[in-house]
Nanobody, 124 residues
Framework: QVQPVESGGKLVQVGDSLRLSCVHSGRTLTTYVASWFRQAPGKEREFVAAITWLVGRTTYADTVKGRFTITREEATDTVYLNMDNLQPEDTALYYC?????????????????WGQGTQVTVSS
């Protein structure tokens, strides 16, 4: 069973950049896609970005398109989320997920395996 573990979250200033990492321990050849979601206080968990392991095809939420970049490193089973020009509205607990379906990328309830989350706080 895949067990994602996130790291890299911290307090940053508006306009800063930050990179989150997620190691997908236990990944197998049937694990096709990985993703990042985030959840701000009082809000529902929302999709951020996803990437397929085999060909690296990416999908982004409109709110982060052009500022965030998702990449993967197959040799280490690691997925990264590079975040540029961070804004206060990006403040959230960021989760990585595994085992989802490529036809339901943005639906949190379709992802069976989740990490514990890493906190990103953007201060103005």
């Amino acid at each position: 069973q895949v067990q994602p573990v996130e790291s890299g979250g911290k307090l940053v200033q508006v306009g800063d950049s930050l990179r989150l990492s997620c190691v997908h321990s236990g990944r197998t050849l049937t694990t096709y896609v990985a993703s990042w979601f985030r959840q701000a206080p009082g809000k529902e968990r929302e999709f951020v970005a996803a990437i397929t392991w085999l060909v690296g095809r990416t999908t982004y939420a409109d709110t982060v398109k052009g500022r965030f970049t998702i990449t993967r490193e197959e040799a280490t089973d690691t997925v990264y989320l590079n975040m540029d020009n961070l804004q206060p509205e990006d403040t959230a607990l960021y989760y990585c997920a595994s085992g989802g379906n490529v036809h339901h990328l943005m639906e949190a309830d379709k992802w069976p395996h989740w990490g514990q989350g890493t906190q990103v706080t953007v201060s103005s």
